[in-house]
């Protein structure tokens, strides 16, 4: 059974510092992979997706990166804000199904 | 282009009722997938619909539960004779592709059930 974990679970930071979040997942067949984030009392944003066959993708102040041969994914987010205050969630998909297996989240709280 | 609709938002059943979660997916997309959230937990796959089948519904329990996606319509998550313990959040996603290798999820709002 597929389980994914990240790392740190929960972290608070002041305002402008450079975060790296962590993701591991024990199946390493992983066709790609999604980066989310909750905020309070609402669904799901997706944040990135990478492709197997990529090794990262960056959107704005983000940038996530797979390494397919380990399983693990990290999330970078440059000079860090209030508003990214929120849940950050990964979830790879795995060879033998179509659905996104979820890790355990890590909290984020950037202080002003 | 609207986006992954789910309704009711939050839902108020007593124990015994029946409650029924509804989601519309995203224009063009013909894959659904549930997920419930407890409270203090993780989110855990239940089904993985298409449309008129269900493809994977290894993470739904076994009793009371069920979901369907029809050829018209909405999908619907249905639970019967709620307990307490169905309390959650209750989240659709849907994507345009049956593949493994692209196929990006969007997810909806959430439907909340509290049951008394």
């Known amino acids: 059974k597929q389980e994914v974990t990240q790392i740190p679970a929960a972290l608070s930071v002041p305002e402008g510092e450079n975060l790296v979040l962590n993701c591991s997942s024990t199946d390493s067949a992983i066709y790609n992979l999604q980066w989310f984030r909750q905020d309070p009392g609402k669904g799901l944003t997706s944040l990135l997706l990478?492709?197997?066959?990529?090794r990262e993708q960056t959107s704005g102040r983000l940038n996530a990166s797979l390494d397919k041969s380990s399983g693990r994914s990290t999330l970078y987010i440059a000079a860090s804000q209030p508003g990214d205050s929120a849940t950050y969630l990964c979830a790879p998909k795995g060879g033998a199904t179509n659905k996104l297996i979820f890790g355990t989240g890590t909290l984020l709280a950037v202080q002003p | 282009n609207a986006g992954v609709m789910q309704n009711p938002r939050h839902l108020v059943r007593r124990r015994g009722q029946e409650a029924r979660l509804r989601c519309s997916p995203m224009k063009g997309h013909s894959h659904v997938y549930w997920y419930r959230q407890l409270p203090e937990e993780g989110l855990k796959f239940m089904v993985y619909?298409?449309?008129?089948?269900?493809?994977?519904e290894s993470g739904m329990p076994k009793e009371r539960f069920s979901a369907e996606f029809p050829k018209e319509g909405p999908s619907i998550l249905r639970i019967q004779q709620v307990v307490r313990g169905d309390s959650a959040a209750y989240f659709c996603?849907?994507?345009?592709?049956?593949?493994?290798?692209?196929?990006?999820?969007?997810f909806g709002e959430g439907s909340r059930l509290t049951v008394l």
């Open positions: 619909l298409q449309k008129e089948n269900i493809i994977d």
């Open positions: 990478i492709q197997s066959s990529q």
């Open positions: 996603a849907s994507s345009p592709r049956p593949d493994g290798y692209t196929g990006e999820l969007f």
